[in-house]
């Protein structure tokens, strides 16, 4: 275990070596709302609806398209550490693991119930490894009907509206220093490395979505629905399967520069998700 320094959380590390520049832009700019960037990506999946399609029939097969996705993220987070960076206090820190926050709903319909989930995934896991946590997890969820996170909620909901004023602006306050008691973090995807909402699950378009000013996440990704689409490819024009991912990020951890190269690395690493078969290795990394 990495040993706890002076000004590090119980969920980061604080950047000692951070240029001046990102460590003094939460003081110019304090809120994570007044910070959010937003870009949007269309992504060729043909070879990922073709891999999925030779997997089919695979004993023990559970990875789709959701999952690949989930992959790459985590897979992206390992080559590219600077986007598991995060504002809290007006200092810059770099969380200790990678997790992914989402939605599961309970049944696809108006009166079926949500809850979020959020799980944490080693960055050297394969696919495999990773499609088996996520949907455990998912069927674990809605065994149960709700996370962690919904107690607490519901409990909220029940106390009189000054209470829940005062609480909630303790626990900001207790989330300034990064004392908020793990039971009530755990389970929160706003503490989690990046939210995902899987929009195309339900037929829809990739919106962009708004960060929020509770928790530490800095990084929030919306899916939209497989579309055909006529696109350039070598040289010619092909109809394409293709996927729209929207982000929404925390311009203060890093800079635009970085921001583009890593979305450039997420789309080769989709254009081939075998090699997500393959633990990641620093020392083969690029």
């Not at 929160?188 to 990739?206: K, L, T, Y």
């Amino acid at each position: 275990m990495v040993k706890r320094r002076r000004k590090d959380r119980r969920d980061g590390r604080y950047l000692y070596d951070a240029d001046p520049m990102h460590k003094f832009m939460p003081y110019l700019m304090p809120k994570r709302t007044e910070c959010e960037v937003f870009l949007r990506e269309s992504i060729d999946v043909t070879n990922i609806m073709d891999y999925l399609e030779a997997r089919k029939g695979t004993d023990g097969n559970n990875v789709t398209l959701f999952s690949v996705l989930i992959s790459t993220i985590v897979r992206i987070f390992a080559l590219r550490p600077n986007l598991n960076n995060f504002i809290a206090g007006h200092r810059l820190y770099r969380r200790h693991n990678v997790d992914v926050g989402f939605v599961v709903k309970k049944e696809f319909s108006d009166a079926g119930g949500e809850t979020v989930a959020r799980i944490a995934f080693d960055q050297s896991m394969t696919i495999f490894e990773i499609s088996n946590r996520l949907y455990k997890h998912v069927s674990e969820v809605r065994a149960s009907g709700s996370e962690g996170a919904d107690s607490t909620i519901r409990t909220f909901t029940k106390l009189p509206r000054p209470v829940t004023k005062f609480s909630i602006a303790f626990l900001r306050f207790l989330n300034y220093y990064g004392k908020v008691p793990k039971s009530l973090t755990e389970s929160d995807p706003n503490f989690a490395s990046v939210f995902i909402a899987n929009m195309g699950s339900i037929g829809g378009n990739a919106p962009f979505h708004h960060l929020n000013n509770w928790g530490t996440g800095s990084l929030f990704i919306t899916v939209g629905a497989v579309q055909e689409k006529v696109i350039a490819v070598d040289g010619t024009i092909a109809i394409r399967k293709c996927l729209d991912l929207a982000f929404t990020v925390d311009e203060r951890i890093a800079d635009g520069y970085y921001f583009m190269r890593s979305i450039r690395m997420m789309k080769d690493i989709l254009s081939d998700p075998s090699v997500l078969e393959t633990p990641f290795s620093p020392e083969v990394s690029t």
